[in-house]
T-cell receptor, first 115, second 114 residues
Framework: GAVVSQHPSRVICKSGTSVKIECRSL??????MFWYRQFPKKSLMLMAT?????????EQGVEKDKFLINHASLTLSTLTVTSAHPEDSSFYIC???????????FGPGTRLTVL | QQQVKQSPQSLIVQKGGIPIINCAYE??????FPWYQQFPGKGPALLIA?????SEKKEGRFTISFNKSAKQFSLHIMDSQPGDSATYFCAASNLGSGFQKLVFGTGTRLLVSP
């Protein structure tokens, strides 16, 4: 299967700082990338959908100014959590898909802890 | 309309048993139904997926049964092993109009006892 990587895998930051998470498709071109948030023992909550070269489409209730998404190339998307607060602590997961494939491939996730 | 309902919430089976996880959907536009397996602290991994033109698909020990008229689909794990202990998510999307977002079920925590 196709491989998606995320970096960093874990990050701890102070309240008020910004954190950038990278999502890379390693062996395929991801025309569409998705960003999810997952709370402990809960399902994945879609935050936004991004197509390469276009602005991201955010789900209802997700603050676009707080969660900045950039999908500058077919293999890289970034999520920046701006002015992070403790309530932003969560597990963030990206996925990629597109081309001739029906499948979304998920990254390993990034654990964000805001102190 | 966009929901995918998944049951049970948790499941315990003995090694060698056949756990069955069920999902139901309302949106008849859905045409792609994948199952994902997630271990703690990891991202979901695709297990198996089905399109509505077939009623069953098997890959290794994993089988999806699909009932289009009832708008239900289920995952069966044959000869379950302790290593299958994980959370399983069903999902659905409409690929007919291009690559679309997945709607996830609420997840089933499976424990396979030795």
């Amino acid at each position: 299967g196709a491989v998606v990587s995320q970096h960093p895998s874990r990050v701890i930051c102070k309240s008020g700082t910004s954190v950038k998470i990278e999502c890379r498709s390693l062996d395929f071109q991801a025309t569409t990338m998705f960003w999810y948030r997952q709370f402990p023992k809960k399902s994945l909550m879609l935050m936004a959908t991004s197509n390469e070269g276009s602005k991201a489409t955010y789900e209802q209730g997700v603050e676009k100014d707080k969660f900045l998404i950039n999908h500058a190339s077919l293999t890289l998307s970034t999520l920046t959590v701006t002015s992070a607060h403790p309530e932003d602590s969560s597990f963030y997961i990206c996925s990629g898909g597109g081309g001739s494939s029906d499948t979304q491939y998920f990254g390993p996730g990034t654990r964000l802890t805001v102190l | 309309q966009q929901q995918v309902k998944q049951s049970p919430q948790s499941l315990i089976v003995q090694k060698g048993g056949i756990p069955i996880i069920n999902c139901a959907y309302e949106n008849t536009a859905f045409d792609y139904f994948p199952w994902y397996q997630q271990f703690p602290g990891k991202g979901p991994a695709l297990l198996i997926a089905i399109r509505p033109d077939v009623s069953e698909k098997k890959e290794g020990r994993f089988t999806i049964s699909f009932n289009k008229s009832a708008k239900q689909f289920s995952l069966h794990i044959m000869d379950s092993q302790p290593g299958d202990s994980a959370t399983y998510f069903c999902a659905a999307s409409n690929l007919g109009s291009g690559f679309q977002k997945l709607v996830f079920g609420t997840g089933t925590r499976l424990l396979v006892s030795p």
